[in-house]
């Protein structure tokens, strides 16, 4: 068993540098990896190519990085509630690439085990096509989309064990699950890391042969982001 346990954020993110493609998991602010993205903040790491569902909001998340205009790529399929993600894309700061949601996953998917493109009905007739092959399948037309290339692929987990293996909750394993072993390195951040062998086989979402280190996060905050809540009657 190969232990990929590293000691923390610092030593799991040491060898990223500036104008990298990062993949960052989660769904909104579910799942995100908070400890991982401030860490990114902290080292001032600049010119950053980001794919992610969203943006965050504009004081947590991605919303950090925007912040400091450190990404100068945002590669997603929702603009969110970040109003500073909305400002920069319309000002031209921010080169935006927005892809349907589905097909964020699936170029996610295919990367992760090794399909380099495939062909989609999604986004046929609007700008997504805008020079890309089309193929007709089944009477249909569909584009080709390649799958992401990039450099590092950080995730977040509930739980995981030395070895990497990986198990999500919830909402959280939106985009997590198929981004872990998308990237060239893939860092995972869990709530709760355990000895190998302890984790039941059944259980696990993602074998640790996907993950090159593992670390135990700290001071999660977990927000909300729309909270809904019944009125009195």
């Known amino acids: 068993m190969i232990n990929k346990r590293v000691a923390n954020v610092e030593e799991a993110l040491q060898d990223i540098t500036d104008n990298v493609t990062i993949m960052l998991g989660g769904f909104g602010l579910c799942g995100i990896p908070e400890n991982s993205i401030n860490e990114l903040v902290r080292k001032n790491i600049s010119g950053l190519t980001c794919i992610s569902n969203n943006a965050g909001v504009d004081d947590f998340g991605l919303g950090l990085l925007l912040k400091k205009r450190q990404i100068k790529k945002m590669i997603s399929s929702y603009v969110g509630e970040n109003a500073e993600f909305e400002r920069q894309m319309l000002s031209g700061e921010l080169d935006v690439e927005l892809t349907p949601q589905g097909t964020l996953a699936e170029k996610c998917r295919a990367a992760q085990v090794g399909i380099p493109a495939f ?45 990497g293996n990986l198990i999500f909750k919830g909402t959280a394993r939106n985009f997590n699950a198929c981004m872990a072993g998308a990237g060239k390195i893939t860092i995972a951040e869990v709530e709760e890391i355990v000895p190998a062998g302890q984790l039941d086989p059944n259980d696990i979402h993602v074998p640790g042969i996907f993950v090159k280190r593992i670390f135990q996060g700290e001071k999660y905050e977990k927000r909300i982001e729309q909270r809904t809540v019944r009125t009195k009657s």
């Open 119 to 163: 062909f989609t009905p999604a986004g046929y007739g609007t700008e997504v096509a805008e020079g890309k092959e089309v193929r007709v399948f089944n009477g249909k037309p569909h584009i080709l989309e390649h799958a992401f290339e990039a450099d590092f692929a950080i995730v977040k987990a509930w739980k995981g064990d030395e070895a």
